[in-house]
C-alpha cells in the first residue's frame, strides 16, 4: 500500500524558510518522479515543483522559481522541498505526490498525472 507522509509545515514570517519532508512507502520509490503541490482557501490546487525518478530533472512552477528547491534521497526513500524567502502568497496546505507511471512522466506538472497524495502540511507565512 503506497503511503505519502508530509511534515516540516509551519508558521513562518515572511523572507523566512522551511523545509518541507514527503516520507514514501509501499512502492519503489526510485522508479518514480514525485511531485509538490499546493493549496490555498478558497484556490485550486496548483502544481508547486516535480523531479524524475533519478534527481536528475527538477520542474518548478514559475512563482516558486529560484525560491524553492526540491530534492530526493532514494535511499531514505524521501523527497524534500527546500522553501527560501517565503512569501505570504505561499500560504497553503502542501502535498507531495506520486505518478500514476514509473519512469519518465509526460505531464508532471498536471494534478491528473499523480494517483497517490499524502495528507499534506500547512504553511503559514504572516507578513
Known amino acids: 500500500q503506497v503511503q505519502l507522509v508530509e511534515s516540516g509545515g509551519g508558521l513562518v514570517q515572511a523572507g523566512g524558510s522551511l523545509r518541507l519532508s514527503c516520507a514514501a512507502s509501499g512502492h519503489t520509490f526510485s522508479s518514480y518522479g514525485m511531485g509538490w503541490f499546493r493549496q490555498a482557501p478558497g484556490k485550486e490546487r496548483e502544481f508547486v515543483a516535480a523531479i524524475s525518478w533519478s534527481g536528475g530533472s527538477t520542474y518548478y512552477a514559475d512563482s516558486v522559481k529560484g525560491r524553492f528547491t526540491i530534492s530526493r534521497d532514494n535511499a531514505k526513500n524521501t523527497v524534500y522541498l527546500q522553501m527560501n524567502s517565503l512569501k505570504p502568497e505561499d500560504t497553503a496546505i502542501y502535498s507531495c505526490?506520486?505518478?500514476?507511471?514509473?519512469?519518465?512522466?509526460?505531464?508532471?506538472?498536471?494534478?491528473?498525472?499523480?494517483?497517490?497524495w499524502g495528507q499534506g502540511t500547512q504553511v503559514t507565512v504572516s507578513s
Open positions: 505526490a506520486r505518478p500514476v507511471v514509473a519512469g519518465t512522466v509526460e505531464a508532471i506538472e498536471s494534478a491528473y498525472s499523480y494517483d497517490y
